[in-house]
């Protein structure tokens, strides 16, 4: 299993980004599909999970991001999407994609939310 996140950067307060996950080694679109992050000094927090096909990708996010994060999966590309709208200092923090259950983390994309 291999993952590789990017798309992150610098932002200012009520920005957007959006963060891609390339997936590799395994039968995408039987996962399903998760975004952490990992803030200065705090444990790893789930903020998003989108079901297999089978699961008719559904989705899931954590109270925080509601309403300004959308996760999304291209199953031809084998890739998940978390596009971030809204942004605030609070969601400054090193993002990772994982299956689920969880396999091996990638390196992340720090995103950082400033003025």
């Known amino acids: 299993v291999q993952l590789v996140e990017s798309g992150g950067g610098l932002v200012q307060p009520g920005g957007s980004l959006r963060l891609s996950c390339a997936a590799s080694g395994f039968t995408f679109s039987r996962y399903a599909m998760t975004w952490y992050r990992r803030a200065p000094g705090k444990e790893r927090e789930l903020v998003a999970t989108i079901t297999s096909v089978g699961g008719s990708g559904s989705t899931t996010y954590t109270d925080s991001v509601k309403g300004r994060f959308t996760i999304s999966r291209d199953n031809a590309k084998n890739a998940v999407y978390l596009q971030m709208n809204s942004l605030k200092p609070e969601d400054t923090a090193v993002y990772y994609c994982?299956?689920?259950?969880?396999?091996?983390w990638g390196q992340g994309t720090q995103v950082t939310v400033s003025s």
């Open positions: 994982n299956t689920w259950p969880l396999t091996n």
